[in-house]
């Protein structure tokens, strides 16, 4: 089955700097990858996701890359703000139907004023 | 429009004591998950169910059972709780495109 890791663990930034999280996946059948927020305390939310077919998206601060050949996939979030402190949780899936989401363990992003 | 919903937020069981977590969305979504959130371990799939009346198994099932009789509905049983259970459990929904949204969570405590 799915398996994801994901680096590092804990991330500590100043604000202003750029923040880059790392994830390697196993299977090669995945082809849906989302990057979930969750603050202390709240639930999971969907920031950005990317599909197989493309190798970069951006939506303002944040941009996903792909490399389908190497299996790894990252965040990036530029020009950091202290709300951007939270644990940030890559996945992998097959898209449609059930797609049942693989969660890697998560980073602990801390942004300083 | 309350999106996903859990009941109750909190809860504290002794061992070997039985509970039922509630997920509701108002979304009309066909696929609904529950999820257990440990530290350090990410989010696991626990079951998840396609459509009123059906479930199947997700990566850690044992211990939990799930019922979907309403398709707004997906309910998770804890038949004889273990310490090994105390986690945050989450529900999520997902409708016809690929984003699933999660509700606020469950804080299980068993002692």
């Known amino acids: 089955g799915e398996n994801v890791e994901q680096h590092p663990s804990t991330l500590s930034v100043q604000e202003g700097d750029s923040a880059v999280i790392k994830c390697t996946y196993s299977?090669?059948?995945?082809?849906?990858f989302p990057w979930y927020k969750q603050e202390l305390g709240k639930r999971p939310q969907l920031i950005i996701d990317?599909?197989?077919?493309?190798g970069e998206k951006k939506d303002q601060r944040i941009a996903v890359t792909l490399n389908k050949t190497a299996k790894h996939f990252s965040l990036h979030i530029t020009e950091t703000q202290p709300e951007d402190s939270a644990v940030y949780f890559c996945a992998a899936s097959q898209q449609g139907g059930y797609n049942k989401l693989i969660f890697g363990a998560g980073t602990r992003l801390a942004v300083h004023p | 429009n309350a999106g996903v919903t859990q009941t109750p937020k909190f809860r504290v069981l002794k061992t070997g004591q039985s509970m039922t977590l509630l997920c509701a969305q108002d979304?009309?979504?066909?696929?609904m998950y529950w999820y257990r959130q440990d530290p350090g371990m990410g989010l696991r799939l626990i079951h998840y169910?396609?459509?009123?009346?059906?479930?199947a198994k997700g990566e850690v099932p044992d211990g939990y059972n799930v019922s979907r009789l309403k398709k707004q509905n997906f309910l998770l049983g804890l038949e004889s709780a273990a310490p090994s259970q105390t986690s945050v459990y989450f529900c999520?929904?997902?409708?016809?495109?690929?984003?699933?949204?999660f509700g606020p969570g469950t804080r299980l405590t068993v002692l």
């Open positions: 169910s396609v459509g009123e009346g059906t479930t």
């Open positions: 979304m009309n979504h066909e696929y």
């Open positions: 990317i599909r197989s077919n493309v």
């Open positions: 299977d090669s059948a995945s082809n849906y």
């Open positions: 999520a929904s997902k409708g016809g495109t690929d984003t699933q949204y």
